[in-house]
DNA sequence: TATATACGATACTGTGGAGTTCCGGATCTT
DNA sequence: AAGATCCGGAACTCCACAGTATCGTATATA
């Protein structure tokens, strides 16, 4: 429904025009969206309060029903403006390598990133049955930028020739992002670096036949990071 | 805690001889622990109420309370009881090949099974961040015995000399429920027969060595059952 | 049959939180 | 300065549900 940006006006709301003493502001929306979302990830859709939400935002209760008809509507608000800005399609790495490009993706602010949003997705998951517009809302803010990413990676490989072209790109492209969620979700473990090389060394490369002789090195040790044997087009280092 | 099963006493509990009138039956667990899944599947945690699981089992809810101090206790014991059965390793499926084994794991009745256990999962995730002790319950019940099962398959193709020892066995056994889970709690659409077979073939097999000729179809036609090409030992059909 | 217990049903209490209302102060317009 | 509106704070109502208590009944022992 409402999207957030620091300011955005939406022409149709200004129709009738006000004039009287102040404007409408909704000044204080992105502060209470953004406590809403640091309250989802903490305590979930039914551990968290319009009380608690409204004195981390420094707001009054009545500021948010002023806004917003009810809990429910503010967290949808607050699960859209999760959607993603940092993973765009024109600015992914571009390195010369699927490895490369896979390697360069890993970032802790976006991991951080991530595990929060998954958090926010856990606490409000139960409500996701029943109410198809929040499962949608929550899939198009968490994985749905995360998994077409990589499948643009994948597909770009396979324009470079350097993977098969029959190279099951819609289930790999969500791998990583299904085991990053299950690692955070169930086995409440970090995703951190060693983890997701690997899965691109254990997993991701070896399914499309770049893997370092076949299969990797089982990940546990502490650096993985030897690029695979062969490969066709090896611009870095 | 509590151990569900038909029928199965606690000497401790039975200390001190009561011989008076009938004795402690609580014959009525096994009903209210399923209604309490049941419940759970379907409105999650905080959506369940303790009414809810009484008339489902048809039950009274003192009774309820006579037998579990807390709703919290209650839920726990569920989530416990819902341990797997189908799925010990000494009676997995043994066709020979890494690709029949998997695809005899196939049976609609464990996806059945694994989806009502992933929506319950579902409705008390927002729990698990603060009660490490249903997060364990949890994980024990339904994602540590499929992880397992692969796990298994896997290391006996390495034995059987079928796949590389180097395999990544332990992110490998847990692609299928990762991506399962990915399915059922994000994308709402069911996990069938296809989407499994699909991953088995554009995953997990060509991340062994053992892809058909390199990844696989595409997962959307309607029945890709052939096998792959290469294949050191087939026995079946 | 007499006794004691476990059960189902129902009425009850207490509490936490959603949503509402009111008010004083701050801020912008004119 | 005067007028109008938004905000923060705090009190309030209302309700759903956790948990308790009571009672009649069914069932098993003796």
Redesign the interface.
């Known amino acids: 429904m409402t999207q957030l940006g620091p300011a955005e006006d939406d022409p149709a709301e200004e129709a009738e025009p006000v004039k009287l003493g102040r404007r409408r502001d909704h000044t204080r929306d992105p502060d209470i969206l953004a406590a809403a979302v640091d309250v989802l990830a903490?305590?979930?859709?039914?551990?968290m309060t319009i009380d608690m939400v409204a004195s981390r935002a420094k707001a009054g209760k009545a500021t948010l029903y002023r806004r917003w008809p009810s809990k429910g509507e503010l967290v949808i608000d607050a699960v859209a403006c999760m959607k993603n800005g940092d993973l765009n399609l024109s600015q992914l790495p571009d390195t010369g390598t699927l490895r490369g490009d896979l390697i360069a993706m890993i970032k802790p602010h976006s991991i951080e990133d991530g595990e929060k949003k998954l958090?926010v997705?856990?606490?409000?998951?139960?409500?996701?049955?029943h109410s198809?517009e929040l499962?949608e809302t929550?899939?198009l803010s968490?994985?749905e930028p995360r998994v077409t990413a990589h499948r643009f990676l994948l597909r770009r490989a396979i324009e470079r020739g350097e993977i098969?072209p029959?190279?099951?790109?819609?289930?790999?492209a969500?791998?990583t992002?299904?085991?990053a969620?299950?690692r955070v979700?169930?086995?409440?473990k970090p995703v951190n670096r060693d983890f997701l090389i690997?899965?691109i060394?254990?997993?991701i490369l070896?399914?499309?036949?770049l893997?370092a002789?076949?299969?990797?090195?089982?990940?546990s040790g502490s650096a993985p990071e030897a690029p695979p044997a062969a490969d066709p087009a090896v611009t870095a280092h």
């Open positions: 903490e305590c979930g859709y039914d551990g958090r997705i856990a606490g409000l998951m139960s409500l996701l049955a198809p499962a929550a899939r968490v994985v098969s029959t190279s099951d790109v819609d289930n790999l969500t791998v992002t299904a085991m969620s299950m979700l169930f086995e409440r690997s899965l060394d254990g997993v070896p399914a499309v036949g893997g002789g076949s299969g990797a090195d089982p990940g």
